[in-house]
């Protein structure tokens, strides 16, 4: 018996429903905004490093789109990258190779970077390449619903919430299963601005990260990558940072397989789009949603963390419906990202349309075309 609604998240791409090739018309919004999002210019030389599963109307769109802006398109189909590291004796001198030549990656994977060491955060600060990452996202599902908002107001969702929690003392998220866990000497993602070469950003945009110095308290995890949703409750005690106690059943049992050694909390992120799925999506889109909460366990290196490599056991844990503390403030009610209801958010969301409708955090509603920021709403 699950304990979760989501459940039946899909493990791969191999499990994500393909669409029909006329499907590739509804899809151009969202990969318009992907393109702005990258400042891709023409003549650029452009790579998409996609897996073998992922869906090829997707790849298609991506591809067609770039194309239509004069860059210069290569499409590089790679086997599905390991979870943890499994196989981290894998030769990826094509992969990385191509990565090398490339003024623009978009990078289709399921497990993405944190898991491939010639594809991690430092390999990718080191080059010249700026990389966008669809992590467990090239699908028809996330370009249909996260990947519409118009980024102006993804931009000042982020803004707002940097300028509340960049100098904040503490997160506490809880949630109705019993999660109550406290974040202090907090590190954030600053406001990214325009793409730079050496940057990584996920798409759909989704939230703020932060990285803590210490984390106490309880997690119950509804869903991560390493075990799905699981059959039983699970739950993750820390202190002084470090995961000190897993315990549930045969979900527990495959955690503290992953990473023998041990883990620690390398990072959080709240999600900002409420655009992004919840429903139906996979964990890597719901984590994304406004309202939402994740963070990232990952494992320790000779007993340490170790934040410059990767710890090659990263698994991130999902809470779909908590409610956040910011320095005791309310920030999110039940799942409810309470500043969708602020005049500077609405304000920039009427540039695209009627505000009610940009900002409501019901993801089934996809928004429609003339409000994905193409042009003027009207």
């Known amino acids: 018996?699950?304990?979760?609604?989501?459940?039946?998240?899909?493990?791969?791409?191999?499990?994500?429903?393909?669409?029909?090739?006329?499907?590739?018309?509804?899809?151009?919004?969202?990969?318009?905004?992907?393109?702005?999002?990258?400042?891709?210019?023409?003549?650029?030389?452009?790579?998409?490093?996609?897996?073998?599963?992922?869906?090829?109307?997707?790849?298609?769109?991506?591809?067609?789109?770039?194309?239509?802006?004069?860059?210069?398109?290569?499409?590089?189909?790679?086997?599905?990258?390991?979870?943890?590291?499994?196989?981290?004796?894998?030769?990826?001198?094509?992969?990385?190779?191509?990565?090398?030549?490339?003024?623009?990656?978009?990078?289709?994977?399921?497990?993405?970077?944190?898991?491939?060491?010639?594809?991690?955060?430092?390999?990718?600060?080191?080059?010249?390449?700026?990389?966008?990452?669809?992590?467990?996202?090239?699908?028809?599902?996330?370009?249909?619903?996260?990947g519409r908002l118009p980024a102006e107001v993804f931009y000042a969702l982020l803004r707002r919430t940097l300028r509340q929690m960049s100098g904040a003392r503490s997160i506490r998220v809880t949630s109705a299963r019993g999660t109550d866990v406290t974040f202090s000497g907090l590190t954030f993602d600053p406001d990214p601005g325009a793409m730079r070469p050496g940057d990584w950003r996920p798409f759909p945009y989704g939230g703020a990260n932060f990285w803590p110095a210490d984390t106490e308290g309880v997690l119950?995890?509804?869903?991560?990558?390493?075990?799905?949703?699981?059959?039983?409750?699970?739950?993750?005690?820390?202190?002084?940072?470090?995961?000190?106690?897993?315990?549930?059943?045969?979900?527990?049992?495959?955690?503290?397989?992953?990473?023998?050694?041990?883990?620690?909390?390398?990072?959080?992120?709240?999600?900002?789009?409420?655009?992004?799925?919840?429903?139906?999506?996979?964990?890597?889109?719901r984590e994304k949603h406004a309202g939402a909460f994740y963070c990232g366990i990952d494992g320790l290196t000779d007993g340490q963390p170790v934040t410059t490599g990767p710890g090659f056991a990263h698994c991130d844990c999902q809470v779909d419906r908590p409610t956040v503390l910011v320095d005791g403030e309310l920030f999110i009610e039940n799942g409810r990202l309470l500043m969708l209801d602020e005049p500077e958010i609405r304000e920039v969301a009427a540039r695209f349309g009627p505000p009610d409708v940009i900002l409501d955090d019901n993801p089934i509603m996809i928004l429609p075309r003339r409000y994905t920021g193409g042009g003027a709403a009207g």
């Open 1 to 146: 018996m699950t304990i979760n609604p989501y459940a039946g998240s899909p493990f791969s791409y191999a499990t994500e429903p393909a669409v029909g090739p006329y499907s590739i018309v509804e899809l151009m919004p969202g990969v318009r905004n992907l393109l702005e999002y990258t400042g891709l210019e023409a003549g650029e030389r452009v790579l998409l490093l996609m897996e073998h599963t992922v869906d090829p109307v997707v790849v298609q769109a991506i591809a067609a789109a770039a194309a239509y802006r004069d860059a210069d398109v290569r499409i590089l189909s790679v086997p599905p990258f390991s979870p943890g590291g499994w196989d981290r004796e894998a030769s990826l001198h094509i992969e990385t190779a191509a990565f090398r030549e490339a003024d623009l990656v978009i990078s289709g994977t399921w497990w993405g970077e944190v898991h491939t060491a010639p594809l991690f955060f430092d390999q990718i600060k080191s080059r010249s390449s700026r990389f966008l990452s669809l992590h467990m996202t090239a699908t028809a599902g996330a370009l249909l619903t996260g």
């Open 220 to 285: 119950m995890i509804e869903d991560s990558t390493v075990t799905g949703v699981p059959e039983e409750s699970l739950r993750i005690t820390l202190e002084g940072n470090l995961v000190r106690k897993i315990e549930g059943g045969a979900a527990a049992e495959q955690l503290r397989r992953y990473a023998p050694g041990g883990f620690y909390m390398r990072h959080g992120l709240i999600g900002l789009n409420p655009k992004v799925r919840v429903a139906g999506g996979n964990q890597f889109e």
